[in-house]
């Protein structure tokens, strides 16, 4: 049955075959579970990524979850479809998990368990969370874990609970969200101290045996923890080597840690269903309305502090209601982050803390909690309320709608955020308050069963509970659909190729990408060209929110936003991961040039670059093509001109040469900061392919910021072949620069717009929804270099990359090669690729140190007569991690074994010698 409510709430990712195409899902999860699926199709490891950062490692990065096992399963059908059918299957292992917590650790009937899994696996925070793959699948286990833990204290032996606990956390290693690690052992820590209390104290007074019997659970915790790093070292260790060459090394900074903490001010309208609420996912927490009220229920049941006696019928459970009331308050306070001085405390003091960032997410801890509470009170409405139980719940429950309510007002007064200083949508507020009349009109019906009013219907007692899961069900069905995983377009918004993609795909198999790279500029201001074409076609079947994300989709396919070069195999200047990368030396090379913020960085470098960079950029990270939307770009008297790139005007002569247009003028696009307009602030003559020149006086014209447009004009069509500029002598104080240029046939209106690229040396390869430029200059990938000259590219001295993958480059240098180029000991070889430990190179087979060169690139010495040049990524990381990872497995199958060979000798012990019939 809950399996059913999942596929009922996913019901669009699996049987309606359609993909979320937006966020971390589009730009980083589909990418990076790609080039996954296609290394284990192929049976190899994944050790290095050449497509995003210009090279960084990617096994080592542990949100790829390579090794998980369900990455491993579903690697053989379309990515958009394995990751669909994995959201699915993670929310039902936590809803059983949930449930299993509930029955098996907390001793509830099948109804209280049922409502308990359904609360956390359809509430708020999973649902909300499934655009990040890696979290909700390390959390998914979270409840199981759990009850791993509780029930050591049942064992006579911990063995069995160490073995499964190992089992259980080695999968949350595995999926490779290590924050989520981290909070679920925080949690499974807590849970271990608290029965260990609880068992310290019913054992007054105390042996050492009680002692050591009593801190079971925190025994099993910590060595389950050691066993499953164990199990996991061949992607812990890679790991750790990747985490010291992380730009997030040491830590994160103070405010950087406390990004995305819980804002008090949303609390209340997060914890009830968001019903099209824009709230920000990471926030989400809601139980809804049936929710808190039995949530409520089973938190007004705390009767023993000591955690103990009176559940599961007196048998001496070694937990009671309080323990998840505990959750729901650690939860509640470690989410809120900034906003509690003890997050302060943690950031100094608590180990691993400070490594990570949206402490929002320790609302998984409320959220579990909450789950086991509900569960909590559907078993007191089973057992029965008695007349003041059933009145201390209701004016309980109308405190707390009172101090929901004032929560929202007093959110919208005081919100920082401009988002959150309206009240929600009307329809979202009148599905509030229906959910919040129609329980309390039955929680005031429990109450009034119970005072003896309706005494003739006191047969409705027993109903009560299942209407209440019946509440809570419909509820959250509902609610699900207004979240992530309902808003979802056709697969065709992530694998149909877009005009600018399939432009650069078709270079790549010419070859051209092998030595060079894609830069991206653009932003998302802008609309596809078949904005329309799409709104027609798709109009019917999906909503406004599902075209508007297919139309984003389109626009990151488009720029290539990162990671989609890794989608596309094209190899990419810039990268975006949350995680450990990029690495130190990325994020100190990008500073160069990029205006990126202080702290820490996810890469994602077109937003923080104002312009195309320097040419000697361009060449350090071999950029052969550029991407640029046309945002920026202007039509000034119906003539389009192109104001990507710009050129000084000084008082030195600049030519500029044009493309052939048969054309009567010229336009230009100038900016003259602080000049008047009709003042004089340049020259320009223009030389033609008749061999004659004409020369222009250039005035300032309205609106002088941040731009003007003028023409040059002249008798005729004329081809003009090269346009040379000069400021005037007294214009310093006046700095002028050419932004665009355009050749305007002004007879039949036709015009050609003319590549203004400054240092650079461009071409426009493609205009649609962007343009494409290629660089002319071609930067060497591969280069050689002596000790004071310019690197020259290998094709010049005869060499060239002849075998390339992701983890190994050849280069050779052919007999041809001038003896004179090579002659000199003092050179040395420069691969534009990212340096980082664990490559190899080898000069004629013999092994030679690799420096770092430019902050980021690799180079070898190359002595006299080199002819061959290799690469190899070898990182002993991995070599060790298998190593330990096979100790591990070994280990665990020893604990399992001694279990079973356990419980064969207690069965034998109890059913006694076998009987032998003997012949007479």
Same mark, same amino acid.
């Given at each position: ?183 679920s052992l925080v949690t499974l820590g807590l849970i271990a101290l608290i029965l260990a209390m609880a068992g310290l104290w019913r054992s007054r007074p105390l042996s050492v045996k009680a002692t050591f019997r009593a801190a079971t659970p925190l025994c099993v915790v910590v060595t389950a923890a050691i066993l499953a790093a164990a199990i996991c070292g061949i992607q812990l260790l890679p790991t750790l080597e990747l985490s010291r060459e992380s730009a997030r090394a040491g830590g994160l900074p103070f405010n950087e840690a406390a990004s995305f903490s819980w804002r008090p001010w949303v609390a209340a309208r997060a914890l009830m269903p968001t019903y099209g609420d824009p709230l920000f996912p990471e926030y989400v927490a809601y139980l809804g309305a049936g929710g808190l009220a039995l949530a409520l229920l089973g938190g007004l049941e705390i009767r023993d502090w000591r955690l103990g006696v009176q559940a599961r019928a007196e048998a001496q459970s070694p937990t009671s209601n309080l323990l998840p009331l505990i959750l729901v308050v650690i939860g509640f306070v470690l989410a809120l982050g900034l906003a509690t001085p003890l997050f302060g405390v943690l950031y100094r003091f608590m180990p691993g803390f400070n490594l990570f960032r949206a402490q929002a997410r320790w609302l998984v801890v409320f959220a579990l909690g909450a ?302 900061? $602080?000049?008047?307009?009709? *003042? ?5 003559? #223009? !030389? @033609? =392919?008749?061999?004659?020149? +004409? ?103 005869? $060499?060239?990359?002849?075998? *390339? ?5 050849? #280069? !050779? @240098? =052919?007999?041809?090669?001038? +003896? ?101």
């Amino acid at each position: 049955m809950l399996v059913l409510l999942v596929l009922g709430a996913t019901w669009k990712l699996t049987l309606g075959d359609r993909i979320i195409a937006r966020g971390d899902l589009l730009l980083y999860f589909y990418p990076l579970r790609d080039y996954a699926s296609q290394a284990i199709r192929e049976g190899r490891l994944p050790l290095w990524n050449p497509y995003t950062f210009m090279g960084a490692p990617f096994l080592a990065n542990s949100q790829v979850g390579f090794f998980y096992p369900f990455n491993v399963l579903t690697a053989w059908l379309p990515v958009e479809r394995a990751v669909s059918w994995n959201i699915a299957l993670h929310l039902a292992i936590a809803a059983l998990g949930a449930y299993a917590l509930a029955r098996r650790g907390f001793a509830l009937g099948r109804l209280a368990a049922f409502a308990g899994a359904v609360t956390f696996g359809l509430g708020g925070y999973l649902g909300a969370q499934v655009e990040h793959l890696n979290q909700l699948q390390a959390l998914a286990w979270l409840p199981l874990s759990a009850l791993i833990v509780v029930r050591t204290v049942e064992r006579a032996s911990w063995s069995a609970g160490v073995a499964a606990l190992a089992l259980v956390l080695a999968l949350q290693i595995l999926a490779g969200h290590m924050q989520s690690l981290y909070i679920s052992l925080v949690t499974l820590g807590l849970i271990a101290l608290i029965l260990a209390m609880a068992g310290l104290w019913r054992s007054r007074p105390l042996s050492v045996k009680a002692t050591f019997r009593a801190a079971t659970p925190l025994c099993v915790v910590v060595t389950a923890a050691i066993l499953a790093a164990a199990i996991c070292g061949i992607q812990l260790l890679p790991t750790l080597e990747l985490s010291r060459e992380s730009a997030r090394a040491g830590g994160l900074p103070f405010n950087e840690a406390a990004s995305f903490s819980w804002r008090p001010w949303v609390a209340a309208r997060a914890l009830m269903p968001t019903y099209g609420d824009p709230l920000f996912p990471e926030y989400v927490a809601y139980l809804g309305a049936g929710g808190l009220a039995l949530a409520l229920l089973g938190g007004l049941e705390i009767r023993d502090w000591r955690l103990g006696v009176q559940a599961r019928a007196e048998a001496q459970s070694p937990t009671s209601n309080l323990l998840p009331l505990i959750l729901v308050v650690i939860g509640f306070v470690l989410a809120l982050g900034l906003a509690t001085p003890l997050f302060g405390v943690l950031y100094r003091f608590m180990p691993g803390f400070n490594l990570f960032r949206a402490q929002a997410r320790w609302l998984v801890v409320f959220a579990l909690g909450a789950a086991m509470l509900v569960a909590f009170g559907v078993q007191r409405l089973q057992r029965g309320l008695s007349a003041a139980q059933a009145r201390d719940w209701l004016i309980a429950w109308l405190l707390l709608m009172g101090l929901w309510g004032v929560g929202v007002l007093a959110g919208v007064r005081f919100a920082l955020e401009p988002e959150y200083r309206a009240l929600p949508d009307r329809n979202v507020m009148m599905g509030w308050i229906v959910a919040l009349g129609t329980v309390t009109v039955w929680v005031a019906c429990a109450w009034r069963l119970e005072i003896g009013d309706w005494r003739l219907n006191r047969n409705l007692q027993s109903l009560i509970p299942n209407l209440f899961f019946l509440i809570l069900a419909l509820e959250l069905l509902a609610a699900s659909q207004f979240q992530p995983y309902a808003r979802a377009s056709d697969r065709q918004a992530l694998i149909s190729l877009r005009p600018a993609t399939a432009h650069l795909l078709a270079e790549a198999e010419a070859g051209t990408m092998r030595t060079g790279r894609i830069l991206a500029l653009s932003s998302l201001f802008f609309d596809p060209g078949d904005k329309v074409e799409q709104e027609l076609l798709f109009g019917a079947s999906l909503s406004a929110d599902e075209i508007y994300d297919r139309l984003i989709a389109a626009k990151h396919k488009e720029i290539m936003s990162p990671n989609l070069s890794l989608y596309y195999r094209l190899p990419g200047v810039d990268g975006y991961d949350g995680g450990l990368l990029p690495t130190r030396r990325y994020a100190e090379f990008v500073r160069q040039f990029a205006a990126m913020p202080a702290g820490t960085v996810d890469g994602r470098l077109r937003e923080f670059l104002d312009g195309p960079p320097a040419n000697r950029w361009f060449e350090q990270m071999a950029v052969r093509y550029l991407i640029a939307d046309k945002t920026q770009d202007v039509f000034l008297d119906g003539v389009y001109y192109d104001l990507l790139f710009s050129v000084p005007i000084t008082p030195i002569t600049t030519g500029i040469p044009l493309r052939p247009f048969p054309s009567t003028a010229l336009g230009l696009v100038l900016s003259a900061e $602080g000049a008047h307009a009709g *003042e004089a602030i340049a020259t320009a003559e #223009v !030389r @033609f =392919s008749s061999g004659e020149t +004409q020369t222009f006086a250039i005035r300032a014209a309205e609106p002088i910021t941040p731009y003007f447009g003028t023409r040059l004009s002249w008798e005729g069509r004329k081809t003009p072949l090269t346009i040379f500029l000069r400021s005037i002598e007294n214009a310093e104080a006046t700095p002028v620069t050419l932004r665009g240029m355009t050749g305007i046939d002004e007879v039949d209106g036709t015009f050609l717009s003319q590549m203004v690229t400054g240092d650079h040396d461009m071409r426009l390869v493609h205009s649609g929804d962007v343009k494409i430029y290629e660089n002319l200059r071609r930067a060497p990938r591969v280069a050689v270099q002596d000790a004071a000259g310019a690197p020259i590219d290998i094709r010049q001295v005869g $060499g060239e990359i002849v075998e *390339e993958q992701p983890e190994f480059v050849r #280069v !050779r @240098f =052919s007999d041809a090669t001038p +003896q004179d180029l090579l002659s000199h000991s003092n050179k040395r070889l420069i691969l534009r690729d990212a340096c980082f430990p664990g490559w190899v190179a080898r000069v004629d087979g013999v092994e030679t140190p690799i420096v770092c060169v430019d902050t980021l690139f690799r180079a070898v010495a190359l002595p006299a007569g080199a002819q061959e040049v290799t690469f190899s990524y070898e990182p002993q990381s991995v070599r060790w991690g298998f190593m330990v990872s096979a100790a591990g497995v070994v280990l665990w199958l020893a604990l399992v074994s001694a279990r079973f060979k356990a419980i064969g000798a207690f069965a034998s012990h109890r059913l006694g010698p076998p009987i032998t019939l003997r012949r007479t």
